[in-house]
T-cell receptor, first 111, second 115 residues
Framework: EDQVTQSPEALRLQEGESSSLNCSYT??????LFWYRQDPGKGPEFLFT???AGEEKEKERLKATLTKKESFLHITAPKPEDSATYLC????????????FGKGTTLSVSS | DAGVIQSPRHEVTEMGQEVTLRCKPI?????LFWYRQTMMRGLELLIY????????DSGMPEDRFSAKMPNASFSTLKIQPSEPRDSAVYFC?????????????FGPGTRLTVL
């Protein structure tokens, strides 16, 4: 069964304190791994898609990386506006076109 | 483009009442997804459509839930009768994988409270 696990559930950082969020996955053939950001009271907003191990994508203070078993979302020198819940999702060969989401990591950055 | 539109944004109802949630996908998108989000279970796929046809409804929790897509620009998710455990945020999303990217675009969600 396809599965996605994110850790930690919650992370508190000081402004400028870099860290990483983890997404571990077990799927029968990975077609893509997705990172989304969700602000309170809003729908998830797309950040990145990664397709193969070794691939990296960057956007401002965020960098996503992918291995055969997990993905990391690295946050460099975060700011308070980076506070949100970050969701990881996978698209597998068995899931048709559907995505399977992890439960997310809630990041709080204080100034 | 206005993005995915959902209505109502908030719904409070009594147990046993019928609830209808509405979604307008992004124009040109041929896939539409309904998700439910709770603290305990996270974001769960309920059902998805391709070209207005339901493809996978294995996530629909029980017969009280039904979804329709009468045309390319409108979909409904109905709960009848509603129960307190149905309280959650319901999201609609759309995409068009033909573009080569499976990115899904989410609406703002409907927060449902069943008393």
């Amino acid at each position: 069964e396809d599965q996605v696990t994110q850790s930690p559930e919650a992370l508190r950082l000081q402004e400028g304190e870099s860290s990483s969020l983890n997404c571990s996955y077990t799927v029968s053939g990975l077609r893509g791994l997705f990172w989304y950001r969700q602000d309170p009271g809003k729908g998830p907003e797309f950040l990145f898609t990664l397709y193969s191990a070794g691939e990296e994508k960057e956007k401002e203070r965020l960098k996503a990386t992918l291995t055969k078993k997990e993905s990391f979302l690295h946050i460099t020198a975060p700011k308070p506006e980076d506070s949100a819940t970050y969701l990881c999702a996978v698209h597998s060969n068995q899931a048709g076109t559907a995505l399977i989401f992890g439960k997310g990591t809630t990041l709080s950055v204080s100034s | 483009d206005a993005g995915v539109i959902q209505s109502p944004r908030h719904e409070v109802t009594e147990m046993g009442q019928e609830v209808t949630l509405r979604c307008k996908p992004i124009s040109g998108h041929d896939y539409l997804f309904w998700y439910r989000q709770t603290m305990m279970r996270g974001l769960e796929l309920l059902i998805y459509f391709n070209n207005n046809v339901p493809i996978d409804d294995s996530g629909m929790p029980e017969d009280r839930f039904s979804a329709k897509m009468p045309n390319a620009s409108f979909s409904t998710l109905k709960i009848q009768p509603s129960e307190p455990r149905d309280s959650a945020v319901y999201f609609c999303a759309s995409n068009t994988p033909a573009s080569g990217v499976n990115e899904q675009f989410f609406g703002p969600g409907t927060r449902l409270t069943v008393l």
